[in-house]
């Protein structure tokens, strides 16, 4: 008996979604995004702005983007992906389409639809594509875990009510129930 063999998408795959339709694509598999929940885009928010004020201030070249923001993680047409939050350094990564490469600091904001993605796909891949800091901030449980790829560590599981430190910007701290008062 023959094995059904699954479909392999390219990135022209996702260029032809219906508007409003959004996904993302990892190692040619196709995965549908839900619509956020407001707390989500609350966060995707607040992070932003943080972040921005915090690169302005210190005069960095840094760039933060919000979902959706294009990123093409591998140099190829079976990997894009959306984080809910992009920081990238290297400007030669950027271009009309979104981010060629890894962000240096990637924020996924935990959903019930993306927890497994977040906490193991995704975690796998942007280790592995270069991604310096990744933290994945679960709204449910309040809490965040911070991986620092760059120095090859987890730096652990924190409570929103703990100041975080961020691992490319050590005096940049975050306390995430701050940002929702």
């Known amino acids: 008996m023959a094995v059904a063999q699954k479909k392999t998408y390219t990135i022209d795959d996702i260029y032809v979604l219906p508007d409003g339709q959004r996904a993302e694509l990892i190692d040619g598999q196709m995965y549908m995004m839900a619509p ?9 928010s607040q992070f932003t702005k943080v972040i921005g004020q915090y690169i302005d201030a210190h005069g ?3 760039k933060v983007y919000p979902a959706p923001f294009a990123v093409f993680l591998n140099a190829d047409d079976k990997n894009y ?3 809910d939050i992009s920081v990238i350094c290297d400007k030669n990564k950027l271009d009309d389409r979104g981010c060629n490469g890894a962000p240096d600091w990637v924020i996924e904001i935990v959903s019930p639809s993306t927890e497994r993605m977040d906490y193991g796909i995704k975690l796998f891949k942007y280790r592995s ?3 310096k800091e990744y933290w994945i901030v679960n709204p449910l449980s309040q809490t965040v875990n911070v991986f620092d790829f760059k120095h090859n560590e987890k730096t652990g599981q924190y ?10 910007y050590n005096d940049l701290s975050i306390k995430i129930a701050d940002l929702l008062s």
């Open 129 to 131: 594509a270069g991604v």
């Open 159 to 168: 409570s929103f009510h703990t100041d975080i430190i961020s691992c490319i």
């Open 81 to 83: 992906v959306e984080p």
């Open 36 to 44: 956020p929940l407001r707390i989500h885009q609350e966060l995707v």
């Open 60 to 62: 960095g070249l840094c």
